[in-house]
């Protein structure tokens, strides 16, 4: 019965996305989305509750045992982050739904729904694989639904943003299938339970070059600065609800690979100076990049790729204190990015315009939209009562803790970035919702999709979706506390796998 | 251990130079045939890395012969299929970017160009016109 519950995340999806291709009528693919993703909440949050009190939930796909089958393995932080992922697909699901109604438009639902379905299985399959190759096919699951709902209804621009998105991470997934390719040669296994051991027996040379392949395959998925160039170039492109949903998951996919696989494939006990560096490279120049920034979508953009370092940061200090501190930064920055792309598409919408100097001459869009983008900045920049604050805490301990220079160095970086966030965000908002002086009425540049209020239905379907990303965000702060102590265990579980190795293996030879 | 055949060696590593050299121009199709050298590249080093070739697929239980390793043939056969499938996915992208600007060159960022300029604008023009690229599809057909 586990078993099924297991598998449930990867095949409903799937199913839908099947089904969703026999071109139903638009209102039936949309309830069918909306239920399937629902039913993925569901079985992700009972799949959490049971990998919490009865360890990790496997599947060994067709019966065959570990080193043979695919097996799907549900441990506390697969399943955490499977359950908050689908919460917040939903939630942007719901978003692009109600856009679809404001605009009206036809065409590209039939292909935006099993597209977006199959993203979703992608994100699902690669939370779930216990082993390296399953991984790869889950990545390109995931980026290939990407690479169409990128270039969706394009026109030149978006083209040219797809092109370099697609051919980045296609270039990255061939390194990733290289990678194991050698891995298996090496080692003969590519089930991640038994390629700890093996890995630790192969000489230091063959193995510090196979993680540094595997750090930059990962790299640039997750992208980490310097692989980071292709993300601010792409993502600020695509409309509202797919930024949305690539912001909040994709690097975030690349995120837990690199903390499934370092955990288990290459575990050491000091301190990972080269990580570290990346880390603090990567939170500098990100939001520095965001710093220059003229168009909102790209202010973002930028600053996801500085909170890209933060996540690092835990796993370059590689103890439980800092692993904890990464998976509640991952948690909260999954809900938070999201709601601010899906703020940030309801202001473009309201304004006409993503360039904040255009903006500053408009009428602000109104206090409700005003809430819904301030909340999610104030939380990233880590204002204290809202989640990015309890995350960015949990890391800061993690380094006094250590006290290491490198510790040391990463928290200060760490601040610093924060600070520049709190300006990068105020000027954005500064630019978008304050109200200006009266002068001469600009007339603004472009309307296409009307204010809003034609078609109001939908209109207030996409409020009421970006409001629910910020609940769940403000949510993650209040239930800080259990989820700390859930984010620990599961951290605990990762530097300590034996449990994870004996579960997955358990019925085969070693 | 198994040894590698240098023949092999050389075949995957000419593969993905000229793979990696291909994706390094300008040009959308040579892209595309750089991904799919470097796709072949891939694939064969997988096949290598099931070991020695020309071992049977089965054996009777009699015979003591090692047969081949069936699971880096099957890892194969499916990126196979996946870099079939995004192969054509890039062509049709390649063929769409060529229909839309007249050309199948890979373009600088615009917003990178107009980043530069931003104070410029601010105080001057404050609608500036996105008049690049104005090439009508198929003009250097």
């Known amino acids: ?510 | 251990m198994n040894t590698v055949d240098v023949t092999m060696a050389v075949v995957v590593g000419a593969l993905f130079a000229a793979g990696f050299y291909l994706m390094l121009q300008r040009s959308l199709m040579r892209i595309v045939l750089g991904f799919v050298l470097l796709g072949h590249g891939t694939n064969l080093l997988l096949l290598t890395a099931g070991g020695t070739p020309g071992r049977p697929p089965l054996v009777d239980g009699k015979s003591d012969a090692r047969i081949a390793d069936p699971l880096p043939q099957a890892m194969a056969l499916t990126a196979i299929v996946i870099t079939f499938g995004l192969t054509a996915f890039l062509a049709a992208l390649a063929y769409r970017s060529w229909r839309l600007s007249g050309h199948d060159e890979v373009h600088d960022d615009v917003e990178d160009r107009r980043i530069g300029t931003v104070r410029e604008r601010t105080e001057t023009d404050p609608a500036p016109g996105r008049d690049e690229d104005n090439a009508v599809p198929g003009e250097d057909r």
């Open chain 1, 1 to 510: 019965m586990t078993g099924v519950l297991t598998a449930l995340p990867v095949l409903l999806p799937a199913l839908g996305a099947g089904t969703s291709l026999l071109r139903p009528p638009r209102s039936v693919m949309r309830g069918l989305s909306i239920g399937v993703l629902t039913g993925v909440v569901v079985c992700g949050a009972a799949l959490l509750v049971l990998a919490d009190q009865r360890g990790p939930q496997v599947l060994h796909v067709g019966g065959w045992p570990a080193p043979l089958g695919v097996t799907l393995v549900a441990d506390r932080l697969a399943a955490l982050l499977l359950t908050v992922s689908a919460l917040v697909a939903l939630a942007v699901l719901v978003f692009a739904v109600g856009q679809g109604t404001a605009e009206g438009r036809g065409n590209s639902a039939a292909v935006f729904h099993p597209a977006y379905l199959v993203l979703v299985t992608g994100v699902g399959l690669a939370f779930l694989t216990g082993d390296l190759f399953n991984l790869f096919v889950a990545f390109e699951v995931m980026l290939a639904a990407s690479y169409v709902l990128i270039t969706l209804d394009a026109d030149e621009n978006r083209v040219r943003a797809g092109m370099t998105y697609t051919i980045v991470s296609l270039t990255s997934s061939l390194l990733f299938l290289s990678l194991v390719a050698l891995v298996y040669a090496a080692t003969g296994t590519v089930t991640l339970a038994q390629l700890g051991p093996r890995l630790a027996e192969l000489p230091d040379g063959l193995r510090s070059g196979l993680a540094l392949l595997l750090l930059a395959v990962l790299g640039i998925k997750a992208s980490i600065v310097p692989l980071h160039f292709w993300l601010p170039d792409s993502y600020p492109t695509a409309p509202a609800p797919i930024t949305a949903v690539f912001a909040a998951l994709l690097t975030k996919v690349g995120v837990y690979a690199l903390l499934r696989t370092q955990t288990l494939l290459f575990p050491r006990s000091d301190v990972w100076t080269l990580l570290a560096c990346a880390a603090i490279v990567t939170m500098v120049v990100g939001i520095l990049g965001a710093l220059a920034q003229d168009d909102l979508n790209r202010v973002l953009s930028f600053a996801l790729v500085s909170h890209i370092g933060f996540m690092l940061f835990g796993i370059a200090l590689f103890d439980v204190q800092g692993l904890t501190g990464t998976i509640l930064y991952v948690v909260h920055h999954i809900v938070v990015q999201a709601a601010l792309f899906l703020a940030a598409g309801l202001v473009v919408r309201r304004t006409g315009t993503a360039s904040l100097h255009r903006m500053a001459a408009l009428p602000p869009p109104g206090p409700l939209i005003a809430t819904l983008f301030v909340v999610p900045a104030l939380s990233l920049s880590g204002i204290p009562p809202l989640s990015g604050f309890v995350a960015k805490l949990a890391l800061l301990r993690a380094a006094a803790a250590q006290g290491t220079t490198a510790a040391y160095a990463l928290a200060a970086a760490a601040l610093f970035t924060s600070l520049l966030t709190l300006s990068t965000m105020a000027r954005a908002g500064m630019a978008a919702f304050m109200e200006r002086a009266p002068g001469p009425a600009e007339p603004s540049p472009k309307r296409p999709h009307g204010t809003g209020r034609v078609r109001s239905g939908g209109m207030r379907l996409m409020l009421a979706a970006a409001a629910g990303t910020t609940a769940t965000g403000v949510a993650v702060a209040v239930c800080a506390g259990p989820l700390v102590g859930l984010a620990g265990r599961a951290a605990e579980d990762l530097l300590h796998p034996r449990e994870y190795r004996s579960v997955v293996l358990e019925g085969s030879e070693r």
